[in-house]
């Protein structure tokens, strides 16, 4: 078990350009999740897959950004036009479905920097 | 909607002391899970421990138990024997028990443990 997996760490953007967050969730989790965390705040949840499929959106998920999930395993969070209030750590996470053992465990964060 | 407070900003202990943070939530349902979680500076969030609403025993993992007033909707977070690896950002975060993964987190409380 690896745990959950972000890339990369760091971005740092110029305003109006595009980015793109990786993340590979733990083996064998049929539930990956994307929240955003801004500095002195909770994490505030984006969007969730159930394998491939995108179940829920927050409201906080502007046209601008995309999430995929392509063959239930991986998954990508692109913004795009970046803004300055874009800046925020893009936490990932993912769970099992099974039973209660339906435990959230979350990735390192990928923080983006608009600039 | 469902909503968290954590209304300690900032709290502090004597390393051994005992140190006791709070949360109350606001929800309709009968059904939920509740979780405290632990964010140590520029590392990821862990799960420290989770209470089902339906259990009347307060969960206890450890130095760490959790005093869960369901008609309060209260559930704060008492760590005993503190040690300098407690200190960190704690999130308390609520999840309905039909939900498929959406955490609602409260703004977190910043423990710091003093040696």
């Known amino acids: 078990d690896t745990g959950v997996s972000q890339n990369p760490r760091h971005k740092i953007t110029k305003r109006g350009q595009n980015v793109t967050f990786r993340c590979d969730p733990i083996?064998?989790?049929?539930?990956l999740y994307w929240y955003r965390q801004t500095l002195g705040q909770g994490p505030e949840f984006l969007t969730y897959f159930q394998n491939e499929a995108q179940l829920e959106k927050s409201r906080l998920l502007s046209d601008r950004f995309s999430a995929e999930r392509p063959k239930g395993s991986f998954s990508t969070l692109e913004i795009q036009r970046t803004e300055q209030g874009d800046s925020a750590m893009y936490l990932c996470a993912s769970s099992q479905t099974l039973g209660q053992r339906n435990t959230i465990y979350f990735g390192e964060g990928s923080w983006l920097t608009v600039v | 909607a469902q909503t968290v407070t954590q209304s300690q900003p900032e709290m502090s202990v004597q390393e051994a002391e005992t140190v006791t943070l709070s949360c109350t939530y606001d929800t309709s349902e009968s059904d939920y899970y509740l979780f405290w979680y632990k964010q140590p500076p520029s590392r990821q969030m862990i799960l420290v421990i989770r209470?089902?609403?339906?259990?009347?025993q307060n969960a206890t993992e450890n130095r760490f138990s959790v005093n869960f007033q369901k008609a309060a909707k209260s559930f704060s977070l008492k760590i005993s024997d503190s040690q300098l690896g407690d200190a960190a950002m704690y999130f308390c975060a609520y999840r309905d028990g039909g939900s498929q993964g959406n955490l609602i987190f409260g703004k977190g409380t910043k423990l710091s443990v003093k040696p």
């Open positions: 083996s064998e989790h049929n539930r």
């Open positions: 209470q089902e609403a339906y259990k009347q």
